[in-house]
Structures are given as structure tokens and as C-alpha cells.
Nanobody, 124 residues
Framework: QVQLVESGGGLVQAGGSLRLFCAASGRTFSSYDMGWFRQAPGKEREFVARITWSGGNTAYDDSVKGRFTISRDNAKNTVYLQMFSLKPEDTAVYYC?????????????????WGQGTQVTVSS
């Protein structure tokens, strides 16, 4: 069982930066692949980024590639999403999620645990 709590969201102007945090409970955090997803009003939840259990491999949606960086610190049970050059279209609730090691992907159904989300709003 893994419980996830996101933080770090807020209001930022276009071109600005934010760093999101996802704190996980449980001693098995390091065995999970972790992902970030987002959901804008009226839209479906979409994949943003994921990182493998070891931190050795990352993947990004094309819309954020080169602007966002996912990382993790297994000693702190925390996964991060550093966001640069934010755009109004990045406005959404951002969720972190945990998938069994080796199964993390761009598909939400492969993630067993989800946080409650943190709001990111980018003004133009």
C-alpha cells in the first residue's frame, strides 16, 4: 500500500517555473515506478512524465519534453516534477501515481495508487 500526497502547485505567470512534490508513505516506495499526470477542466487525464523505480529511465509527453524534468529521491520517499517555461495550456490539476516496478507507462490504468492532486494555474 502506498499513499501519495502532492504539493507545490500554485499560480504562476507564463514563462515561470514551479516544482511539484509527491511524498509517498510506505517502505516499498523504491520498488514503484512513478508517474505524473494532469487533468484540465473538461478534458481527460493525460500523461506528463514517468520515472522508473531506480530513477534510471524517464519518459515525457511531447508537450512537456525539454521543459519538465521528473526525478526522485528514494531515501526521502519523494518524486519531483520541475517545470520550466510554463504555458497557459499547462494549467491543470497535477497528480502523481505509483505503478508496480517495471509497469510504469503513459497509461493511467497501469498505476495502482494516486494522490489527490495539486492545482497549477498559469496566467497569460
Amino acid at each position: 500500500q502506498v499513499q501519495l500526497v502532492e504539493s507545490g502547485g500554485g499560480l504562476v505567470q507564463a514563462g515561470g517555473s514551479l516544482r511539484l512534490f509527491c511524498a509517498a508513505s510506505g517502505r516499498t516506495f523504491s520498488s514503484y515506478d512513478m508517474g505524473w499526470f494532469r487533468q484540465a477542466p473538461g478534458k481527460e487525464r493525460e500523461f506528463v512524465a514517468r520515472i522508473t523505480w531506480s530513477g534510471g529511465n524517464t519518459a515525457y509527453d511531447d508537450s512537456v519534453k525539454g521543459r519538465f524534468t521528473i526525478s526522485r529521491d528514494n531515501a526521502k520517499n519523494t518524486v519531483y516534477l520541475q517545470m520550466f517555461s510554463l504555458k497557459p495550456e499547462d494549467t491543470a490539476v497535477y497528480y502523481c501515481a505509483a505503478a508496480k516496478g517495471g509497469y510504469g507507462s503513459a497509461f493511467a490504468f497501469q498505476y495502482s495508487y494516486w494522490g489527490q492532486g495539486t492545482q497549477v494555474t498559469v496566467s497569460s
